[in-house]
C-alpha cells in the first residue's frame, strides 16, 4: 500500500504513533495548501474560513484600523495614515518573524526525530551535519530549543504542522457546519510511563506574541460574545478556541485528544508551556 505524503518513522516509536501519524496524513491528504496568498484547496474549492480566524467571529467590537489611527493621531501626533503605516510595518516584522521561529521549530522537532532530511529549506542554512545541530539565531529560536530539549521520552512526536479540516466525522450530528481548515503546528503522543490510562494525544501550539493577556480588558471585563462570554477578549482566550478547533477535527477521525497546550516564546529566549481548556462542545453548538 502507497504511503501518504509526509510519512516517515521514528526508531523505537510505539506502534500508536506510527498508526496516528499515518492516519492523520492519509485522512486529510486532498487538503492542498499555498503559501502565496495562504490558500487552502478541498477538492478544488478554496475555503474560505480558516481555524486562526474563527476566534476573531467572537470579538463585540472588532478592530477600526481607520478610527483608532485617527483617535491615536489626535493623542500622540504625527497623522492617521502615520500611524497605520506604523502598525502595518509591525504587524509584517511580528508575522515574518514568526513565521521563521515556526519553520525553526517545525525543523528541529524533526530533528530530533531522526530526520534532518526534513528542515525546511528556509532554515536550512542553520544546520551543522557535522554536530547534528540546528543553531538558534533568534532568543524566540532559542526558546524552542529549550522547549524541545525540555520534552521527557514520554513525549513521541507525531506530525509538525499537518493540514486538517472539518467534517470528517461518520456521525453527522456532530459535525461542524461550518468547513474550517487549518494547520497545527505539534502533535505528541504521551505514553503514560507506564500508566495505559494515563496515555494520550497532546495538541501544542507555538505563539510569538509579545503578551498574551489584555490588562486593559481584565480589568473592565471585556469578553468575547456568547457562548464565550465567560471569557476575556485576548490573545489567551482566541487561541483556547483555536486549540480547541484543531482538537475536535483529530477527534473526528478517532484520535482521542487528552490536552491542549500553548507554548509561549518570549523575546528573552525562554518558553512558557501553558495548559488551555476544551471548549470544543460549544463549537460544535455554534460552528
Known amino acids: 500500500m502507497k504511503e501518504p505524503k509526509g510519512m516517515f518513522l521514528v526508531a523505537g516509536e510505539p506502534q500508536t504513533v506510527t498508526d496516528t501519524r499515518r492516519k492523520i496524513l492519509a485522512e486529510f491528504e486532498d487538503l492542498e495548501f499555498y503559501e502565496e496568498g495562504h490558500k487552502y484547496i478541498l477538492h478544488g474549492r478554496e475555503?474560505?474560513?480558516?481555524?486562526?480566524?474563527?476566534?476573531?467571529?467572537?470579538?463585540r467590537e472588532p478592530f477600526d484600523e481607520?478610527?483608532?489611527?485617527?483617535?491615536?493621531?489626535?493623542?500622540?501626533?504625527?497623522?492617521?495614515?502615520?500611524?497605520?503605516?506604523?502598525?502595518?510595518?509591525?504587524?509584517?516584522?511580528?508575522?515574518?518573524?514568526?513565521?521563521?521561529?515556526?519553520?525553526?521549530g517545525e525543523s528541529l522537532g524533526y530533528l530530533k526525530a531522526g530526520h534532518p532530511e526534513m528542515i525546511c529549506p528556509e532554515i536550512?542554512?542553520?544546520?551543522?551535519?557535522?554536530?547534528?545541530?540546528?543553531?538558534?539565531?533568534?532568543?524566540?529560536?532559542?526558546?524552542?530549543?529549550?522547549?524541545?530539549?525540555?520534552?521527557?521520552?514520554?513525549?513521541?512526536?507525531?506530525?509538525?504542522e499537518a493540514k486538517v479540516y472539518s467534517g470528517k466525522n461518520p456521525d453527522a450530528g456532530q459535525n461542524l457546519k461550518t468547513l474550517i481548515c487549518g494547520t497545527f503546528d505539534m502533535l505528541y503522543y504521551y505514553d503514560g510511563e507506564g500508566c495505559p490510562e494515563k496515555a494520550g494525544f497532546v495538541?501544542?501550539?507555538y505563539k510569538t506574541n509579545a503578551s498574551l493577556e489584555s490588562e486593559y480588558n481584565r480589568k473592565y471585563r471585556k469578553?468575547?460574545?456568547p457562548p464565550f462570554d465567560d471569557m476575556i477578549e485576548e490573545d489567551?482566550?482566541?487561541?483556547?478556541?483555536?486549540l480547541s478547533l484543531y482538537s475536535l477535527m483529530l477527534e473526528d477521525?478517532?484520535?482521542?485528544?487528552?490536552?491542549?497546550?500553548?507554548?509561549?516564546?518570549?523575546?528573552?529566549?525562554?518558553c512558557r508551556v501553558i495548559p488551555v481548556p476544551d471548549?470544543?462542545?460549544?463549537?460544535?453548538?455554534?460552528l
Open 47 to 59: 475555503i474560505e474560513k480558516s481555524v486562526s480566524g474563527i476566534g476573531h467571529e467572537f470579538i
Open 236 to 242: 489567551l482566550s482566541l487561541y483556547t478556541i483555536q
Open 203 to 205: 495538541v501544542l501550539d
Open 253 to 270: 477521525i478517532g484520535i482521542p485528544v487528552l490536552c491542549r497546550k500553548i507554548v509561549w516564546l518570549t523575546g528573552e529566549g525562554d
Open 279 to 286: 471548549v470544543s462542545p460549544r463549537l460544535r453548538r455554534v
Open 124 to 160: 536550512r542554512s542553520q544546520y551543522n551535519a557535522a554536530y547534528n545541530y540546528l543553531a538558534p539565531i533568534h532568543p524566540k529560536e532559542e526558546a524552542v530549543e529549550k522547549f524541545i530539549e525540555s520534552l521527557p521520552p514520554s513525549y513521541h512526536l507525531v506530525l509538525n
Open 223 to 225: 469578553t468575547l460574545l
Open 66 to 104: 481607520a478610527l483608532q489611527a485617527a483617535r491615536y493621531a489626535q493623542r500622540h501626533g504625527n497623522t492617521p495614515e502615520y500611524w497605520i503605516e506604523r502598525w502595518r510595518c509591525n504587524s509584517f516584522r511580528a508575522t515574518t518573524l514568526g513565521t521563521k521561529t515556526h519553520a525553526y
